[in-house]
């Protein structure tokens, strides 16, 4: 596995599928201090100044995509925020989000497939200041104790905490299937009351879990319902599993 860092590029996703393109074989991460024309889930803008968080990809070649990559991305930043400041109020927003329970989000992940593999792209906030005001976004420096910023060495010890932890709960789903996935998720993920856009219409229920295909389970009106895609709003939380 390598990882390069460079300074500016469109998009870390863009900079990944061209070296898979490009026949690379291995896991291949690239972070960039700063993405130009970034993008998230359903080509939504992302913001990426300079240092202001690690904004990185991993690209696994020969890797077949699958529903639960996204989750599993999801618990490798979990852990990567805990390490890093373990009272952090955050948890796993489904599907593939890290918020506070007022919805700031300090964490999204975009999979994406190609021909010749899997990428997953990252954008991890790390200092709040540097980040577009307006934004409903936080960086991990407000439960850190740093007075540089932008703190480089914070970036690249992130940066490489992140991209082994993408790793290795990529390859885990490889090679052991997935209820590692489905029990972390489901200790660390946000429950409560949440807010549901999907494409039927718009459904408000109470989150009972994750199930083996990475579909979020609500009760609805007494009714259970599974989601394979929508944009979650945390409305009315308890505190997972796992405690934050």
């Given at each position: 596995?390598?990882?390069?860092?460079?300074?500016?590029?469109?998009?870390?996703?863009?900079?990944?599928?061209?070296?898979?393109?490009?026949?690379?074989?291995g896991?291949?991460?690239?972070?960039?201090?700063?993405?130009?024309?970034?993008?998230?889930?359903?080509?939504?803008?992302?913001?990426?100044p300079a240092?202001?968080?690690?904004?990185?990809?991993?690209?696994?070649?020969?890797?077949?995509?699958?529903?639960?990559?996204?989750?599993?991305?999801?618990?490798?930043?979990?852990?990567?925020?805990?390490?890093?400041?373990?009272?952090?109020?955050?948890?796993?927003?489904?599907?593939?989000?890290?918020?506070?329970?007022?919805?700031?989000?300090?964490?999204?992940?975009?999979?994406e497939?190609?021909?010749?593999?899997?990428?997953?792209?990252?954008?991890?906030?790390?200092?709040?200041?540097?980040?577009?005001?307006?934004?409903?976004?936080?960086?991990?420096?407000?439960?850190?104790?740093?007075?540089?910023?932008?703190?480089?060495?914070?970036?690249r010890?992130?940066?490489?905490?992140?991209?082994?932890s993408?790793?290795?709960?990529?390859?885990?789903?490889?090679?052991?299937?997935?209820?590692?996935?489905?029990?972390?998720?489901?200790?660390?993920?946000?429950?409560?009351?949440?807010?549901?856009?999907?494409?039927?219409?718009?459904?408000?229920?109470?989150?009972?879990?994750?199930?083996?295909?990475?579909?979020?389970?609500?009760?609805?009106?007494?009714?259970?319902?599974?989601?394979?895609?929508?944009?979650?709003?945390?409305l009315?939380l308890?505190?997972?599993?796992?405690?934050?």
């Open positions: 596995m390598r990882i390069e860092f460079i300074m500016r590029c469109v998009s870390t996703n863009t900079v990944a599928r061209e070296w898979l393109a490009a026949g690379g074989s896991i291949y991460a690239v972070v960039a201090a700063e993405q130009t024309a970034a993008r998230g889930r359903r080509n939504r803008f992302w913001a990426s240092y202001g968080g690690v904004w990185m990809s991993v690209a696994f070649a020969r890797v077949t995509p699958k529903p639960l990559q996204t989750l599993a991305a999801g618990v490798a930043a979990y852990q990567t925020a805990k390490q890093f400041a373990p009272n952090a109020p955050i948890a796993i927003r489904w599907p593939n989000d890290l918020t506070t329970a007022d919805n700031r989000k300090l964490c999204g992940i975009l999979c497939a190609c021909p010749q593999g899997l990428i997953v792209g990252v954008g991890f906030n790390l200092h709040t200041s540097l980040l577009p005001a307006g934004l409903n976004a936080v960086g991990l420096d407000e439960w850190l104790q740093t007075e540089d910023v932008p703190d480089r060495r914070l970036h010890d992130v940066a490489e905490t992140l991209v082994r993408v790793c290795k709960w990529i390859m885990r789903l490889e090679d052991e299937g997935a209820d590692a996935i489905i029990d972390a998720a489901n200790e660390w993920m946000w429950r409560g009351t949440v807010r549901l856009e999907t494409e039927e219409g718009v459904f408000v229920g109470q989150t009972l879990g994750v199930e083996e295909n990475g579909e979020l389970v609500v009760d609805v009106g007494g009714e259970k319902k599974h989601f394979l895609v929508a944009d979650v709003r945390l009315r308890q505190k997972p599993i796992g405690g934050t």
